[in-house]
């Protein structure tokens, strides 16, 4: 089966035992393939290396490493036009919460 891990899931599956461990465990072990863009992969690298700064006894780049060679890298492809951006669809709801928002 092939994945895209969620960068939380991979911090949770580092750090944690339950279910986002045993994706990795799976993922090691070969029963999952990740596949991965560049974006989603830069996303794994900048995360680790925030928490190598906030956490220095922890080493994240064999595991980083592990990802580089064990993941099948896609190209996304490109939205066409019929697709709203984000933002334009967020900016058209009236909702509670959106006060909060900060504006980009």
């Not at 990740?34 to 900048?46: G, K, N, V």
């Not at 492809?77 to 058209?92: A, D, E, G, Y």
Request: net charge neutral; glycine share 4%.
């Amino acid at each position: 089966m092939k994945i895209i891990l969620d960068t939380n899931v991979l911090i949770s599956g580092i750090f944690f035992k339950g279910p986002p461990h045993l994706i990795l465990l799976a993922w090691r072990d070969n029963g999952l393939k990740l596949i991965a863009s560049e974006d989603i992969f830069q996303e794994y690298s900048d995360v680790c290396e925030r928490l190598r700064e906030k956490y220095p006894g922890i080493e994240f780049k064999e595991i980083i490493d592990l990802i580089a060679v064990n993941t099948d890298f896609y190209q996304p492809k490109k939205l066409t036009s019929r697709f709203l951006p984000i933002r334009m669809m967020i900016n058209s709801l009236h909702a509670p919460w959106q006060p909060m928002l900060k504006p980009s």
